[in-house]
């Protein structure tokens, strides 16, 4: 099955700088790598998804890469703001497990004002 | 809550008591799922369900025990097995067969033992 490794565990950012989070993903049939934004005490929210047809994906200030060939994907977070503080966890779509979601550990970001 | 419910969000559980939680979606989603967190760590699977009258046991089954009647619910049954039940319950749904994999999940319920 899929194994997702997600570093780091902690990232702490001055507000206005960028936060990158890397995920490493263990199956190379795996084609799709959502991320999801948990705040505290309330539900993930997917917040930008990949799939392997692409080398990268924007969305306003946030924005995913992904290296199929090394196997690893990361988000970018650039003008960071207090609300951007949250867990983050990246995900790979496990399909030789019923296509479920495996998810890294999480990485709890904290945006000092 | 984007078409998946879970309620109550808080419940109370004695020792020895079995409780159940809910899951409700009206998405059309094929699969739901169960996930448990512990405060600090990440999302750990209970069971998922793929079709209605079908399960599969996660990594973490052990104490719990699920139904799949009909296709929009999904509730889980913490029983007087699981030894450490507190922690904050997560359903959620997808779509399968279909090039959107993404989960939505439910609100959360909080289980705490008194």
């Known amino acids: 099955g899929e194994n997702v490794e997600q570093h780091p565990s902690t990232l702490s950012v001055q507000e206005g700088d960028s936060a990158v989070i890397k995920c490493t993903y263990s199956?190379?049939?795996?084609?799709?790598f959502p991320w999801y934004k948990q705040e505290l005490g309330k539900r993930p929210q997917l917040i930008i998804d990949i799939r392997s047809n692409v080398g990268e994906k924007k969305d306003q200030r946030i924005a995913v890469t992904l290296n199929k060939t090394a196997k690893h994907f990361s988000l970018h977070i650039t003008e960071t703001q207090p609300e951007d503080s949250a867990v983050y966890f990246c995900?790979?779509?496990?399909?030789?497990?019923?296509?479920?979601?495996?998810f890294g550990a999480g990485t709890t970001v904290t945006v000092r004002a | 809550d984007g078409g998946i419910t879970q309620s109550p969000k808080y419940l109370f559980r004695k020792e020895g008591q079995n409780v159940t939680l809910s899951c409700e979606q009206n998405l059309n989603h094929d699969a739901m799922y169960w996930y448990r967190q512990d405060p600090g760590q990440g999302l750990r699977l209970i069971y998922y369900?793929?079709?209605?009258?079908?399960?599969q046991k996660g990594d973490i089954a052990e104490g719990y025990s699920v139904s799949r009647e009909k296709k929009e619910s999904f509730p889980l049954t913490v029983t007087s097995a699981q030894k450490n039940p507190t922690a904050f319950y997560l359903c959620?749904?997808?779509?399968?067969?279909?090039?959107?994999?993404?989960?939505?999940f439910g609100s959360g319920t909080r289980l705490t033992v008194v």
């Open positions: 959620a749904s997808s779509n399968t067969g279909v090039l959107d994999y993404g989960y939505t």
């Open positions: 995900a790979a779509l496990d399909r030789s497990n019923d296509y479920k979601l495996s």
């Open positions: 369900s793929q079709i209605v009258n079908d399960f």
């Open positions: 199956d190379s049939a795996s084609n799709y």
